[in-house]
């Protein structure tokens, strides 16, 4: 990928949701909620502090994240669907 975050910014690309219900019920593409799960795919050198030192972030590329519902900017990048927020923005590393 040709695209590098500034500052304390991710790239995530999100991991598709199950279709199906656990009772095996297909849940159409008109139904679903976007996935709140997603794969680290690039990330920034980190925010600077008050004395302008840079703090590197504590996620990397690979790791599975989980983000709130109205996190970050869609972008397309080299065809794909990606999600660019800031560290902030991410819940927690799953797994």
Same mark, same amino acid.
């Not at 109205?70 to 590393?93: A, Y």
């Given at each position: 990928?040709?695209? $590098?975050?500034?500052?304390?910014? @991710? =790239?995530?690309?999100?991991?598709? !949701?199950?279709?199906?219900?656990?009772? %095996?019920?297909?849940?159409?593409?008109?139904?679903?909620?976007?996935?709140?799960?997603?794969?680290?795919?690039?990330?920034?050198?980190?925010? $600077?502090?008050?004395?302008?030192? @840079? =703090?590197?972030?504590?996620?990397? !590329?690979?790791?599975?994240?989980?983000? %709130?519902?109205?996190?970050?900017?869609?972008?397309?990048?080299?065809?794909?669907?990606?999600?660019?927020?800031?560290?902030?923005?991410?819940?927690?590393?799953?797994?």
């Amino acid at each position: 990928m040709k695209f $590098r975050p500034l500052h304390d910014r @991710v =790239v995530v690309r999100r991991i598709e !949701a199950e279709e199906k219900t656990a009772g %095996g019920i297909i849940i159409p593409d008109t139904a679903k909620e976007k996935p709140q799960e997603g794969e680290i795919v690039a990330v920034g050198p980190g925010a $600077r502090d008050e004395s302008g030192k @840079v =703090v590197a972030l504590d996620v990397k !590329a690979g790791d599975r994240v989980l983000f %709130g519902k109205w996190s970050g900017t869609e972008v397309r990048v080299d065809g794909q669907d990606l999600l660019i927020m800031k560290e902030s923005d991410i819940m927690g590393i799953v797994g």
